[in-house]
């Protein structure tokens, strides 16, 4: 009960602290998000020193936060057409890191950056397309947008959790998560198409069958988002990311699904709302 009450709390207020944050745009966003990636690194970090496996960790510091705010929408665009400051980023870290592996050949150089480069991917690179869902197609309407995976993906995570648990026969993927199962996937893949249906047609933003589109994807990605986290902690032998948030693990075990469900919301968007 004391698990249950501080994972409930912990919800409520995480919750809360996020609608304000992404209520009030970048100025609080960029922050928060400078921090999760932060904090992410580091849950990374850990269950790579207990695999005895080296990274360059003020490189993902520096890099991490240089991604975050090379996401923000407003800044200037790049002075050749069709570039992104997120994709310079991004090379600017792997010749920095090959140059410090040449001056500085350790153990393992390759696997040293091979870490490297994957911990900027899979943390600060996805959590960058949170600021610019956030400002997708505007201020205003991207607030309506941003919500979308948040919604769908708590709901997937609802209808998963009751359907595997009263239907659950068939495993989803019994070596990288023993607990889940094809009905639960299918039933948090319904429960989030309800929920989407409802919102886009409140809002009127969407046709029925953009919905059900929309909810296959997110509802897919969030459940790969899970899986592949389950995949990295199996590969290190790490039960939790960590243990920062009382009755949830770490942050990554948090945000995992929202790094994949966000990134699809704001491609589908891109691709097949705003280019009709």
Same mark, same amino acid.
């Given at each position: 009960?004391?698990?249950?009450?501080?994972?409930?709390?912990?919800?409520?207020?995480?919750?809360?602290?996020? #609608? +304000? +944050?992404?209520?009030? #745009?970048? +100025?609080?966003?960029?922050?928060?998000?400078?921090?999760?990636?932060?904090?992410?690194?580091?849950?990374?970090?850990?269950?790579?020193?207990?695999?005895?496996?080296?990274?360059?960790?003020?490189?993902?510091?520096?890099?991490?936060?240089?991604?975050?705010?090379?996401?923000?929408?407003?800044?200037?665009?790049?002075?050749?057409?069709?570039?992104?400051?997120?994709?310079?980023?991004?090379?600017?870290?792997?010749?920095?890191?090959?140059?410090?592996?040449?001056?500085?050949?350790?153990?393992?150089?390759?696997?040293?950056?091979?870490?490297?480069?994957?911990?900027?991917?899979?943390?600060?690179?996805?959590?960058?397309?949170?600021?610019?869902?956030?400002?997708?197609?505007?201020?205003?309407?991207?607030?309506?947008?941003?919500?979308?995976?948040?919604?769908?993906?708590?709901?997937?995570?609802?209808?998963?959790?009751?359907? *595997?648990?009263?239907?659950?026969?068939?495993?989803?993927?019994?070596?990288?998560?023993? *607990?889940?199962?094809?009905?639960?996937?299918?039933?948090?893949?319904?429960?989030?198409?309800?929920?989407?249906?409802?919102?886009?047609?409140?809002?009127?933003?969407?046709?029925?069958?953009?919905?059900?589109?929309?909810? +296959?994807?997110?509802?897919?990605?969030?459940?790969? #988002?899970?899986?592949?986290?389950?995949?990295?902690?199996?590969?290190?032998?790490?039960?939790?990311?960590?243990?920062?948030?009382?009755?949830?693990? #770490?942050?990554?075990?948090?945000?995992?699904?929202?790094?994949?469900?966000?990134?699809?919301?704001?491609?589908?968007?891109?691709?097949?709302?705003?280019?009709?």
């Amino acid at each position: 009960m004391e698990s249950l009450s501080s994972r409930v709390t912990t919800s409520v207020v995480g919750f809360v602290l996020a #609608g +304000i +944050i992404v209520y009030l #745009g970048w +100025i609080t966003l960029l922050p928060a998000l400078v921090f999760l990636s932060v904090m992410g690194l580091f849950e990374y970090i850990r269950m790579l020193d207990r695999n005895d496996i080296d990274v360059r960790r003020v490189s993902l510091a520096v890099f991490a936060t240089a991604l975050i705010v090379a996401s923000l929408p407003m800044i200037p665009q790049t002075p050749w057409p069709g570039g992104s400051w997120r994709e310079v980023v991004l090379t600017v870290a792997l010749g920095y890191m090959l140059v410090l592996e040449v001056i500085r050949p350790g153990e393992r150089p390759l696997e040293r950056i091979v870490y490297s480069l994957f911990g900027l991917l899979y943390v600060p690179w996805l959590l960058g397309y949170f600021l610019m869902l956030r400002y997708t197609p505007d201020a205003g309407d991207g607030l309506l947008y941003f919500a979308l995976p948040l919604m769908a993906t708590f709901a997937a995570d609802i209808g998963g959790y009751f359907a *595997g648990h009263f239907f659950g026969r068939r495993k989803l993927a019994p070596e990288v998560s023993p *607990g889940k199962t094809v009905e639960g996937a299918v039933g948090g893949l319904l429960f989030s198409f309800l929920v989407v249906l409802l919102m886009t047609q409140l809002t009127h933003i969407w046709s029925p069958l953009e919905a059900l589109l929309y909810s +296959i994807l997110v509802a897919s990605a969030s459940q790969l #988002g899970d899986l592949s986290e389950s995949l990295l902690k199996r590969a290190l032998r790490t039960k939790d990311s960590g243990s920062s948030l009382p009755g949830h693990g #770490g942050f990554l075990d948090r945000i995992d699904s929202l790094l994949f469900a966000v990134p699809a919301t704001y491609l589908f968007l891109n691709i097949s709302v705003f280019t009709r």
